[in-house]
């Protein structure tokens, strides 16, 4: 059974073409599964704390893939690593500020008519940028019907509208 291995797997980084293949397809199965056990929130977030996760995966199950690291440990690091983002993200959930720390917080840019200058500049946001989100959600760069605008902790830009008379 091990010969069977071996020769399926290869070892090292000296593989061959169906060798990568059949790593590739273990590895997305895994990967699969990782993706699964650490939520949907890790690819539809797009937060700084969810790309680590994406970010860590990718590379260290790359070295998996073309052999420079073992894979049952690589694979383990891997398992690892998606637990204790899921265990992050439920801390978080539970704990305004853990989750403030680690992913951040949602700042005010524009409100009452005013830009927020310094939080524009704690953001390294600039009013280019604002007509950007504000173009983009409402398709003009009028701000007369813009109540706030907010930088999310994702880094999207957030257009709230003034409410009409008699809206509620």
């Not at 998606?82 to 409100?111: D, M, N, Q, T, Y």
Request: proline residues 1%; positive net charge; glycine residues 8%.
């Amino acid at each position: 059974m091990s010969e069977f291995i071996f020769h399926a797997f290869g070892e090292g980084e000296q593989l061959n073409w169906y060798q990568m293949l059949n790593r590739a397809v273990v590895l997305f199965v895994i990967c699969i599964a990782l993706i699964r056990i650490s939520g949907r929130r890790s690819f539809g977030m797009k937060s700084a704390f969810d790309n680590v996760i994406v970010i860590l995966l990718g590379s260290t199950l790359a070295r998996t893939l073309v052999g420079a690291s073992p894979f049952v440990p690589t694979v383990a690091a891997c398992l690892g690593l998606v637990v204790l983002h899921r265990l992050f993200a439920w801390i978080g959930v539970h704990s305004h500020a853990f989750g403030k720390l680690i992913k951040g917080e949602a700042i005010c840019v524009f409100k009452d008519g005013k830009f927020d200058e310094e939080n524009m500049r704690r953001s390294l946001i600039s009013r280019r940028d604002i007509n950007v989100g504000l173009r983009d959600k409402l398709n003009t760069d009028d701000l007369s019907e813009v109540e706030q605008i907010i930088l999310e902790r994702n880094g999207e830009i957030t257009v709230l509208r003034k409410k009409k008379a008699g809206q509620s």
